[in-house]
């Protein structure tokens, strides 16, 4: 009898005994029996602490803004398990995911998978079948032993590392950069967003061999200069004044860059106070708009989705109009989303303390006219204390929800407040069972001027949307 999706999910839950376990023989040996099938002929993977999910999307906008067929897998998900994987900028659709699940179940027999390893096998299978150009595949936790590394990247990006998952991935920035150097491979571009990476992580990457492509060296981002002139350069393949919606029959770059040509003076056009200049040190330039994403760290998950990009030289085609045009128009759920006004009512995924602290810089950058409450919940295994610090006294009132009910990993709000109180003394603080009710005693406090964030978890994103869309 045919499962529903719903019936397949609930049966991955049971047919393994752990939530997460890490390794990659079981999930290979799956892979192989189904063929080892190629989600598409250039992979790019992206793992890191936190960026990963804007920088997928950023690097889908800008293929697609190209022209071409992209597959993305990101976890976990806001509201239905079909956002996990998108294939042309849409969501799988039940009957397919069933359809894969069935032959993911006829080919591992007595092995047994994971709930992740399951989706994982899935988003390959149906990007294999969809005769995409590119696939981008967001690692699920860590890097060397997360079932996505099953597949081999031709360019491996990770966008920040710190301190989360310590309990699998080890207790300091080192080792958790050694564990997500793994995407990488050797003779082939890694992609580092951060301007201080840990040791760990640059060690591991020149020990695999991998072409280490770093933030603040081999690319830069400043601000443009007050008077600019645009690069009179030929874009490659398509004229400049559209968004390409088909690729060049003969790619060239890929960036066509607006870079100046030998032995020429660069012209630039005026660029926006509030734009920003990305630079790579092969004298590439672009003078690009500030991300529709909101927050200043989606500079630097641009800036690291453009490096890769960039990274895949002449097999990729993609103008600088196409950069631009998915930089004003790319949003992501849960990712400082606005979901009212009046009070200004924000929901955010973030869930460790370097989140908390773009949070934290959010928040200097666009200041409540009022006062600011938090909606926040956590999960057992994450640092409450260092998340709490984060945001410091920027907080006016903590609204903190239990998340026991959605899942036995869940906090008691009871536990949350011990925390703050311990590291906020005096703080004022609520408990309640759930999001709802947190957040409704958010919303009675508040007044017209003041922001509402909402976040810590995925959890908490996922109830605040589920009531808006």
Not at 122 to 140: K, N, P, Y
Not at 162 to 176: A, T, V
């Amino acid at each position: 009898m045919t499962r529903t999706l719903a019936e397949w999910l609930a049966y991955q839950e049971r047919t393994h005994p752990r939530d997460i376990a890490l390794g990659l023989d079981r999930v290979r040996a799956v892979w192989e029996a189904m063929g080892a099938p190629r989600p598409a002929p250039i992979v790019i993977t992206v793992g890191g602490t936190n960026g990963k999910g804007s920088t997928v999307a950023l690097l889908e906008g800008m293929l697609r803004a190209a022209g071409y067929r992209t597959g993305c897998y990101t976890s976990p998900h806001l509201l239905r398990y079909n956002e996990r994987i998108r294939i042309e900028g849409e969501d799988a659709g039940d009957d397919a995911l069933v359809a894969s699940f069935e032959r993911i179940e006829a080919a591992r027999g007595d092995i047994p998978q994971t709930y992740f390893e399951f989706g994982t096998l899935a988003a390959i299978d149906l990007m294999a079948r969809a005769s995409l150009d590119v696939a981008i595949l967001e690692v699920g936790l860590g890097g060397r032993l997360d079932a996505v590394n099953i597949v081999d990247p031709d360019v491996a990006v990770v966008t920040t590392v710190d301190l989360d998952h310590q309990d699998w991935l080890g207790g300091d920035r080192d080792s958790i950069g050694r564990e997500k150097a793994g995407i990488a491979r050797a003779g082939r571009p890694a992609i580092i967003g951060e301007l201080a990476p840990p040791a760990g992580l640059l060690q591991a990457l020149r020990d695999i061999g991998a072409d280490i492509v770093r933030a603040g060296e081999a690319f830069t981002v400043t601000s443009p200069p007050v008077e600019a002139t645009p690069v009179e350069a030929a874009p490659v393949g398509a004229a400049s004044a559209a968004i390409p919606r088909q690729r060049a029959s003969t790619p060239q770059a890929p960036i066509a860059a607006e870079a100046a040509p030998t032995g020429a003076a660069p012209t630039r056009t005026r660029a926006a106070p509030t734009g920003w200049r990305w630079t790579h040190r092969d004298g590439t330039v672009l003078d690009l708009p500030r991300p529709a994403l909101d927050a200043p760290v989606q500079v630097a998950n641009a800036a690291t989705a453009i490096a890769a990009i960039h990274a895949l030289g002449p097999r990729v085609d993609v103008s600088p109009d196409a950069i631009r045009h998915t930089l004003e128009h790319v949003h992501v759920a849960g990712r400082l989303q606005c979901i009212a006004e009046h009070p200004r009512t924000l929901v955010d995924v973030g869930h460790n303390p370097q989140a908390a602290r773009a949070l934290a810089a959010w928040l200097d950058a666009e200041p409540s006219a009022g006062r600011v409450f938090a909606v926040y919940g956590a999960l057992a295994d994450k640092d409450v204390a260092g998340v709490v610090e984060a945001l410091g006294r920027r907080v006016d009132g903590w609204f903190l929800a239990g998340l026991e009910r959605d899942t036995p990993r869940g906090l008691p709000a009871d536990a949350i407040a011990a925390t703050l109180a311990a590291v906020l003394p005096g703080s004022a603080a609520q408990a309640f069972p759930d999001v709802a009710q947190a957040w409704a005693a958010a919303r009675d406090a508040a007044g017209d001027e003041d922001t509402v964030l909402l976040f810590g978890s995925f959890f908490v994103a996922g109830a605040a949307l589920s009531t808006v869309t």
